[in-house]
């Protein structure tokens, strides 16, 4: 039976990467998958990359590679470029080869197997995957908090009123695994679990094995950041 592994976000942290899989020790026919912002942040932006292509793990899209991606876009205009890149991004952009850039323009923005869906960010009740605004599209790679109304609120805006999105998703989409929110441990809500336990912060790198696609039938595999 083939497992389904998905990893919370890597940020460049290899080692991790690398310790974490040979734990999990995928077989031929398991699914390996990311939930995006491979990249950025950490030390080992295009050598986790080259692993990920390597190994034929799948990943949906995070707003580190979204971002780089527009940035890309917009180079192809003699216009100045409206987005601004850090030293690190820079050097990434410097780096990619044209197979890096296929791998990065073609991460779905979100994946399904089964009940379990897996997404960057995170979701509002009303969306629906299979018809997204391009509004809608930014907001999933994005998404922590909520006004009591369920309205979504850029990074920053929110306060003791806030709603973490994932509290009060109602699981329409499916059985969602996000990352993009960090916390100590995996965060569990009623149709979601968050698995971005902040490896690039120094805390660690989680990723979750599903036997037979069930969501209830999972092992949680964890290594710390070296
Ligand atoms: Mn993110």
Known sequence: MNKLIIYGDIHGCYDELFSLRNKINPQEDD??????????????????????????????????????IRYLNHQKSNKKNPIQLDNDEQSIVDNLSQKHIEFLQNMPLFLRFGEITVVHGGLQN???????????????????????????????????NSVFWADIYDGNQGFIIYGHQWSQEIRKSKFALGIDTGCVYGNKLTALVFENVDIWDYNIYQVSKV
Do not use: P
Not at 47 to 66: M, Q, R, W, Y
């Open 126 to 160: 009303y969306m629906n995957l299979d018809d997204l605004s391009k509004k809608d599209y930014q907001k999933i790679l994005r998404m922590r908090y909520l006004d009591q109304n369920g309205n979504y609120l850029t990074l920053g805006q929110e306060d003791d």
């Open 31 to 68: 699914i390996e998958v990311c939930v995006g912002d491979i990249i950025t942040k950490g030390k080992h932006s295009i050598k986790t990359l080259d692993f990920i292509i390597a190994n034929n793990i799948k990943s949906v899209l995070g707003n580190h590679e979204d971002k780089i």
